[in-house]
């Protein structure tokens, strides 16, 4: 974390609303005057319940809603929509099935105009950073939901963005690939110093991966409370900072009705956190 402190402000999200209307006549606000600072090398995860604005948040980000007020600055500048440095990684990977792994990474250097053999090289550098060296040549079908989800964060690597989107990309994974992609995704992190945000709804999740958490408000597009994780990595999931910050969440979203939303993975923290008070 401490390294965090000497580190620039990558992105600026200054009093940013959204409002959606519907029918033409009613009008719903998704996010109401919103500020968030991150620095280079940060990652920051987003929590918040089904329909607080999660998502319309990362597309605002990522350029692929352009219609919202407010200003958006990446290294101290006004974002261009159009320019792909932000770049989004999905839950459900979305890749081209008549395409190999290889040609699957490859696909946007190809968009960038960037010559085969350059693509090749620069795509491959990546597809042996998500350990999938050995599939280069695979289709996507032959391959787990793991590894698909490893060719799209390969894949967005690829393109070098400036920040990386992640909207829930694990939450289609059984916990043991997801255990093994967090640590994945924290070593690419480092090692490249991206800055990365990321949307979860899983709280212990969140508080694992994130140098800090944000969480949303359920009904008034704010955002309800931050959560700063000071834990230095490799970290233990059961690690009792971390249970503590997540119990914390839990607690703050049981006041802002979180219920309609409660998955298992939830579930699970908060029976692990009520059998360790239990076994204390
Ligand atoms: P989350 O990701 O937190 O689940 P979303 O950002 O997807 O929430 O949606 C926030 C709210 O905005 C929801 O109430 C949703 O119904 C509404 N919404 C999202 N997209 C649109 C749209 N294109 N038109 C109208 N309402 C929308």
Redesign the pocket.
């Known amino acids: 974390m401490s390294f965090l402190k000497t580190q620039s402000l990558k992105l600026q999200v200054k009093n940013l609303s ?1 409002i ?3 029918n033409g006549t009613s009008s ?1 606000t ?2 109401n005057n919103i500020n968030i600072d991150v620095k280079n090398g940060e990652f920051v995860t987003i929590v ?12 605002i980000l990522a350029g692929l ?1 352009n219609s919202y007020s407010g200003e958006i600055h990446i290294d101290g500048k006004t974002v261009n929509p159009l320019t792909p440095d932000r770049i989004v990684v999905f839950q459900e990977a979305a890749l081209f099935p008549w395409l190999t792994v290889l040609e699957n990474v490859e696909f946007g250097l190809q968009i960038k105009g960037i010559s085969k053999n350059e693509r090749s090289k620069i795509a491959m550098h990546y597809i042996e950073m998500v350990q999938l060296s050995k599939f280069a040549n695979a289709y996507i079908h032959q391959l787990s939901g793991g590894m698909k989800q490893r060719v799209a964060i390969a894949r967005a690597l690829a393109l070098n963005p400036s920040i990386l989107l992640m ?2 990309p694990f939450a289609a994974l059984d916990v043991k690939t997801r255990t093994m992609l967090h640590h994945q995704l924290l070593q690419i992190q480092r090692n490249n110093n991206k800055t990365i945000l990321f ?1 979860t709804h899983n709280i212990n999740e969140a508080v694992y991966l994130g140098d800090r958490v944000i969480v ?1 408000s359920a009904n008034n597009g704010n955002i309800k409370k931050e959560f700063i994780v000071d834990l230095p990595r490799p970290r233990s999931l059961d690690h009792p900072i971390i249970e503590s910050i997540t119990h914390a969440i839990i607690e703050e979203s049981k006041q802002a009705d979180f219920h309609s ?1 409660k998955r298992e993975d939830d579930d699970e923290i908060a029976n692990t956190i009520a059998t360790a008070a239990a076994t204390i």
């Open positions: 959204k959606y209307t519907r719903h998704v996010l918040g319940p089904s329909g607080c604005g999660k998502t319309t948040l990362l597309n809603e909207d829930e949307v949303l939303d």
